[in-house]
């Protein structure tokens, strides 16, 4: 066996030749002076999906699907210190109420010195538009007030967790219904009063009625402060409603007392007045209330 080697030199290049018998074999190499071709670097080169830190492993499958499935968990519960429109509401109420007793402070100062004895110069009480509005602000608000502390005491009654929507319909229902009662009082006074009494002590006792709602809607706006952001007691939050609604009325019986039956001899009809444009309706109030309560509680 014979071996031939040839070694041709080209520029730049050279050839290597091998024969072996009858086969022959032939490798070409480039020089080593001869500069490489730079590939340019595009992004679109690299799959971004498939790199990671668990490449290689046999359980990395990036071009699977993923699975979606699977079982919800439970919702979070509702919670009245985290309902953005109650909270809303009642930042609204506070700001107006601080606005109005600032614009209102003499009419405030002037009723509360009258609180237990008649003006001796009717004119003194007179109210401006100012004061007007003041009053039927805070009457909405008493409304308002009422309606959350008896939702809330309906669901600590209950024990139970509504959702959001559902809370925000009670509350709507329950306003609407207060606010229908304090009306049907208005009328009620309207009509009785003018039967039997003459037109300067009408207008002196509702205007006597509307400062009293009033105040009753601002002795009750701290309880639903503390109701909502403190987790009060509702047996403390209960016992303190029915204080001032006691102390609301003996105040509405004090003040009918003053302006209608002093000057007359027919002063132990009081009773039968206060029993008829006070007792009554506040009763009537509570049943539909808890008609309401029931016909909720079935269909929602």
Not at 76 to 84: A, G
Not at 134 to 150: D, E, G, H, M
Not at 250 to 279: D, H, P, R
Request: aromatic share 16%; charged share 15%; proline share 3%.
């Amino acid at each position: 066996m014979s071996k031939a080697f040839n070694i041709l030199l080209q520029s730049n290049s050279y050839t290597a030749t091998v024969v072996t018998g009858n086969s022959a074999k032939k490798t070409s190499s480039p020089s080593l002076l001869q500069p490489k071709t730079i590939k340019q670097f595009k992004l679109t080169d690299i799959s971004f999906q498939e790199e990671s830190y668990f490449k290689g492993n046999n359980f990395f499958r990036p071009m699977e699907p993923v699975n979606t499935g699977g079982i919800l968990g439970d919702p979070k519960p509702y919670s009245v210190s985290n309902d953005n429109t109650l909270i809303g509401l009642l930042i609204i109420c506070f700001i107006l109420a601080m606005f109005a007793i600032s614009m209102s402070r003499n009419f405030i100062n002037r009723q509360l010195r009258t609180l237990f004895k008649m003006p001796k110069d009717r004119k003194s009480n007179v109210e401006t538009y100012g004061e007007m509005r003041f009053q039927v602000f805070l009457f909405v608000q008493a409304a308002l007030l009422l309606s959350i502390i008896y939702n809330l005491y309906n669901n600590s009654a209950n024990g139970e967790i509504h959702s959001y929507d559902l809370q925000m319909k009670n509350v709507g229902i329950y306003f609407a219904l207060f606010v229908i009662y304090f009306l049907f009082k208005r009328m009620l006074y309207s009509i009785v009063n003018w039967v039997y009494f003459n037109k300067s002590d009408n207008q002196r006792w509702l205007q006597w009625w509307f400062f009293i709602t009033s105040i009753e809607g601002l002795l009750l706006f701290p309880l639903v402060l503390l109701l909502i952001y403190f987790n009060l007691s509702m047996q403390v939050a209960l016992i303190y409603t029915l204080s001032v609604t006691l102390l609301i009325k003996l105040f509405t019986m004090q003040k009918q007392y003053a302006v209608f039956f002093k000057s007359t001899n027919l002063g132990l009809q009081i009773i039968l007045y206060f029993c008829a444009l006070e007792i009554m309706p506040l009763t009537a109030l509570a049943g539909i209330l808890i008609y309401v309560e029931n016909f909720l509680k079935i269909n929602f």
